[in-house]
T-cell receptor
């Protein structure tokens, strides 16, 4: 059974710092991995989608990498800003074809 | 392009009642999935519809059901509400299926008293 873990559960950093969020999954037979952002009480905003054949994806200050063999993905946020404060969730889709399987998320707080 | 919309945004129901939630996907998207989010369990998959057919179902009791209309709009229904059904219910749409990038709506916050 696929399990997705995100460590740490919470992270506080000062503005301007570069940071890395971690996501690990137990079954490497994934189809893709998606990173989302969720603001309190709101829905999910898709940040990056990495197909299993890709190693990384970039969007602005965000860079996500995928190492399928080791079951890991990282989300790198450059030059963090207070507006980046939110919960970041990673989710995988198994090759078996079920729905997204989510981690519990990392809650990021960026102080000015 | 308008995003995924969900109605109502907030709902308060009493234990034993039933509730219907609605989701309108992004125009042109034919796949709609539903998720339940609670503080304890996180995000869990309920079911997925494509062209009015349920293609995938999560591990929830039969009290949870859904349907999809010909215009791709979807509804989910929960009968005989329990306190544990209090959650944020999120709908996601994608252009093809669950393998495509998922776009989520703002959610419906259901409180069962």
């Amino acid at each position: 059974k696929q399990e997705v873990t995100q460590i740490p559960a919470a992270l506080s950093v000062p503005e301007g710092e570069n940071l890395v969020l971690n996501c690990s999954f137990t079954d490497s037979a994934i189809y893709n991995l998606q990173w989302f952002r969720q603001d309190p009480g709101k829905g999910l905003t898709s940040l990056l989608l990495i197909q299993s054949s890709q190693r990384e994806q970039t969007s602005g200050r965000l860079n996500a990498s995928l190492d399928k063999s080791s079951g890991r993905s990282t989300l790198y946020i450059a030059a963090s800003q207070p507006g980046d404060s939110a919960t970041y969730l990673c989710a995988v889709t198994n090759q078996a074809g079920t729905a997204l399987i989510f981690g519990k998320g990392t809650t990021l707080s960026v102080s000015s | 392009k308008a995003g995924v919309t969900q109605t109502p945004r907030y709902l308060i129901k009493t234990r034993g009642q039933q509730v219907t939630l609605s989701c309108s996907p992004i125009s042109g998207h034919r796949s709609v999935s539903w998720y339940q989010q609670t503080p304890g369990q996180g995000l869990q998959f309920l079911f997925e519809y494509f062209s009015e057919t349920q293609r995938n179902k999560g591990n929830f009791p039969g009290r949870f059901s859904g349907r999809q209309f010909s215009n791709s709009r979807s509804e989910m229904n929960v009968s005989t509400l329990e306190l544990g059904d209090s959650a944020l219910y999120l709908c996601a749409s994608s252009s093809r299926d669950w393998l495509s990038e998922q776009y989520f709506g703002p959610g419906t916050r259901l409180t069962v008293t």
